[in-house]
């Protein structure tokens, strides 16, 4: 039988032992952390995230303060509102709930955050950060799904890795921190051919292409470990599913993730520690 990864529970653990650490640090700093969200419009997945993100900061004492713009906003506005952030002394962390509206330029806006308070690990600074192996700010998805192999001390070092998507966000820093790991990486995208043959030699599969239940069980190798980062709706129930046909490929496998449940939870509690480092950095002027 296959051990499912939980990223609830893990995640609970983690927020545990992160919220005694603010309680902590705050007798010696004399104030929590504090994490500003930038929220552009009302798009229904950007504003749930959202909700979800300013829940899980105050069950840890990180404070959060959500400014919520129009979808017309011009790109002034929300460049004079990075900057006004990156001056405040009391924020430490600064996220911007993507994807902004078109007529905003999304690269510059990233670019205008300061590296230090870029709790994403979106900005260019912590994105070669992390290619040079210096120290920076990890982007919390593939922080978070490293976090989850470790958690059940998967061997990743000497392990064929295979990862179904090129995203910044997601496949790339993920491809990079498995091979800073000495996993042999294989990264796939949507011009890849005979994906199956890849997919089906990883003893690590991560799929994170957005696609619905795309990784089937004939494309994983049996006793695999296999997370799955895809968020998306079962086009049948309408309900949230991932990027692997779980039922079957549970089947084979010696570890997977669900969907709900998985890497989600950890991609929140993966912001909520990079706010809480940024804000330790700040007091000790790194
Ligand atoms: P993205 O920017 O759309 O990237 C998708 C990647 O998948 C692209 O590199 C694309 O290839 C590749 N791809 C698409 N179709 C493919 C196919 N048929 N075969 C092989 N590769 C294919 O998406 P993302 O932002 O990385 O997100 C991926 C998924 O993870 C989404 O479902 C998203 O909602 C989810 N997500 C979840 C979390 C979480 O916390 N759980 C966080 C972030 C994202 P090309 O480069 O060739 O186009």
Redesign the pocket.
Known sequence: MTNIISGTKLASKRKEVLKEAIIKANQKYHRSPKLAVILVGNDVGSLSYVKGKEKAALEVGITIETFHYEDNITEEILENKIKELNLDDNVDGILVQLPLPKHIAQDRIIDLILPSKDVDGFHPYNVASLYLKHEGILP??PK?VIAMLDSENITIEGKRAVV????N???MPLAKMLLDRNATVTI?????KN?KDITKEADILIA????AK?ITSDMVKDGATVID????RDKITNKLCG?VDFDNVSLKTSYITK?PG???P??ICCLLENTYIAYLNHFNNK
Not at 188 to 192: E, K, L
């Open positions: 919390c998805t978070g179904v998507g090129r995203s966000i997601v496949g796939c995208h949507s011009r890849t994906l994170c292409l957005g696609k795309f980062v895809g968020v998306n990027d969907v998985g890497v989600g950890m991609t």
